[in-house]
């Protein structure tokens, strides 16, 4: 059965940004602060340790009744039995990757346009990324999107909307009467000192 997800504070994680002395353990302090969604994403290394940590970090998710979403590749998601996959434009459609996950796995599509929106629903998404809100140094090439194409987003689709690039204390205020389901995070949680405290008073921001 497709879990029941709450988006409101989505961490994607980052090792090259992270404080942390490994993975592991800033998943676990950021779970501890409330985080209620993990997409690992691991961009630079072999299948088989992305797999290798994907399945320690599964554990870990799994001990806090969290969900843990897959960057990108479908096969580490399936081989974990991770609860959902994330991919991007460039990356295989979600028409062409419900058949092979099947109907129970989560599968979010990151969208900077309404068409796009619009497409991933079509195409059976559950949830959409849309940004990058804001310039961000985890993606530099990546195309802003603006209020009012956010707005024509909301009203475009029924799908669970999360809101990426440039999220932090500052800005994730701006996105609370908009719509959207929840925010995603990266450098607002791993690169600081203490990533549960992080991501204490980032949730308490939104909720409040």
């Not at 029941?4 to 994607?12: I, K």
């Not at 992305?50 to 554990?59: A, M, S």
């Not at 897959?70 to 062409?96: F, K, M, S, T, Y």
């Not at 079509?122 to 949830?127: E, F, I, L, S, V």
Request: with cysteine; hydrophobic share 40%; proline share 3%.
């Amino acid at each position: 059965m497709k879990p029941t997800v709450d988006y409101s504070l989505y961490l994607c994680t980052d090792r090259e940004l992270m404080t942390s002395a490994t993975i592991e353990e800033c998943v676990e302090a950021a779970l501890k602060g409330g985080v209620t969604v993990v997409q690992l994403r691991e961009k630079s290394c072999s299948s088989q340790e992305f797999y290798e940590i994907g399945k320690r970090v599964h554990q870990i998710t799994s001990a806090y009744h969290v969900p843990l979403i897959i960057n990108d590749r479908v096969d580490i998601a399936l081989a974990l039995g991770a609860e959902g996959v994330h991919v991007g434009q460039q990356d295989l459609p979600c028409h062409i990757l419900r058949p092979l996950v099947g109907p129970d796995m989560l599968i979010g599509v990151s969208v900077s346009t309404h068409e796009e929106a619009v497409q991933a629903e079509k195409d059976g998404a559950d949830y959409i990324g849309v940004g990058a809100m804001y310039a961000t140094q985890t993606k530099t090439d990546a195309h802003l999107v603006s209020a009012k194409e956010l707005k024509l987003i909301r009203q475009s689709v029924s799908l669970s909307i999360v809101t990426i690039g440039g999220m932090n204390r500052q800005t994730i205020a701006h996105f609370k009467n908009t719509g959207v389901d929840g925010v995603a995070v990266v450098s607002a949680i791993v690169a600081q000192e203490n990533p549960e405290i992080a991501a204490r008073e980032l949730l308490s921001i939104w909720k409040s």
